[in-house]
């Protein structure tokens, strides 16, 4: 049998064993975050190409290379999400969101779309879980976000993760820093490629970004954002470093991390780790004081981070972190002939209204290949029925570990002798 076609490059499906620990990872996103009175948004997964251009930034990776744009049927450019964040800051917007009480505070999960060379922890179809808080730009606001990302990997308990956090300064100090990376890069124009070549002019802070290897070797020579912070902003920094110190957190400054889109300043961060002996940032984000006004909105400081889900569950697979599969079958209905058939459905119909995972055969298979299916789907119990067991009104529950078997009701004490005696074996086995 030949298939028709595959699933495309860089994308992945998700099954229902793997989707139990997707599950459960976002239950601890979701509860974590709404401790901290996060709010879920959830916006379209495109946009017009414009609020990424903006939004992102047309000198990054991302727009320059990475997004899925395409032209709909009415002419109009549109571009399949590439990340959270403009996409939330854009509804806030038109909702008004900004114009009650500050801060607000937001959480999402999305699917994001990048044009990417396809490899492991590297997808053209990824996700992510991101918080997003809106209106303080309080050096107590970058420590919350910071502390949220930290608490999610204590909640997980994975291991060696590091935190790395730097400050990029605000467009005053950095206009300063700029004329020195200018002239730094601009000695240095043939080490870099063609793409950097225009960001020289346009953003020389980009070039620190590059993943060109030619480009990265000059990179890491050039002058440091960290070392040209205003007052302020070096103010900023030092209090958001001392808040994290108190916190009991470890991290060090790399003066080296700019981040990949063009909003940000003052404090970014990354949690990095090892996965499959390369190191990924898993968790990235930081402050993007400007990025409301560049949508047209008011002067709105704001910070938030996006956490890549494909690379925290490699992560926690990696380090054999125990993560809840799908929850297996508690009661399996066997029958044998019609009217047996019919009352199996009828009772499991009851079941599940009260909450019980059960489930009779569909396929009309024999006893026999009911009971094997039943084995598969990992049953806790069964009940099979038959003539006899229609006559009596009563059948017998079996337990499918220890083969212990118990007479109950058909009738209406159903429910009530089930659920008693699945209660009494459950606290046996404690
Ligand atoms: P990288 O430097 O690895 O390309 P990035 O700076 O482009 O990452 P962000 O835009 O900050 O990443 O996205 C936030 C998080 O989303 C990353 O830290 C990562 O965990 C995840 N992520 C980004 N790109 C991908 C991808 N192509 N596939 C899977 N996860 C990704
Ligand atoms: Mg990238």
Known sequence: MELLTQAPRGTQDVLPQEAAAWQAVERVMRSEAELHGFGEVRTPVFEHTELFQRGVGDTTDIVQKEMYTFLDKGGRSVTLRPEGTAGAARAMLEHGVFNGGLPVKFYYFTSCYRYEKAQKG?????????????????????????????SLFERFGVKGVRLEINSIGCPACRAKYFETLKAYFGSHR???????????ERNPMRILDCKNESCGKVAAEAPKMIDFLCGDCRAHFDHVKALLDAAGVAYTVNPSIVRGLDYYTRTVFEFLAEIDGKELAVCAGGRYDGLVEELGGQHTPALGFGLGMERLLLLLQAQGVELPGVEPCEVFLGYLGGAAKAAAFRLCTELWKSGVHAMCDV??????????????????????????????????????????????????RFLDDYLTVVTEQEDLSF
Do not use: W
């Not at 043939?190 to 020289?200: P, Y």
């Not at 084995?375 to 038959?386: E, T």
């Open 190 to 200: 043939e080490e870099l490629c063609g793409t950097c070549l225009d960001r020289l």
């Open 122 to 150: 590297r997808l053209r179809e990824f996700h992510q879980f991101g918080v997003e808080l809106y209106g303080s730009g309080d050096p107590l606001s970058d420590a919350e976000v910071i502390l949220l990302g930290h």
């Open 363 to 412: 396929n009309g298979r024999g006893l026999k290949a009911q009971m094997k299916y039943a084995d598969k789907l990992g049953a806790a119990y069964s009940l099979v029925l038959g003539d006899d067991e229609l006559e009596q009104g009563k059948a017998e529950l079996k337990n499918m570990k220890t083969g212990e078997k118990k007479k109950i009701s058909l009738g209406d």
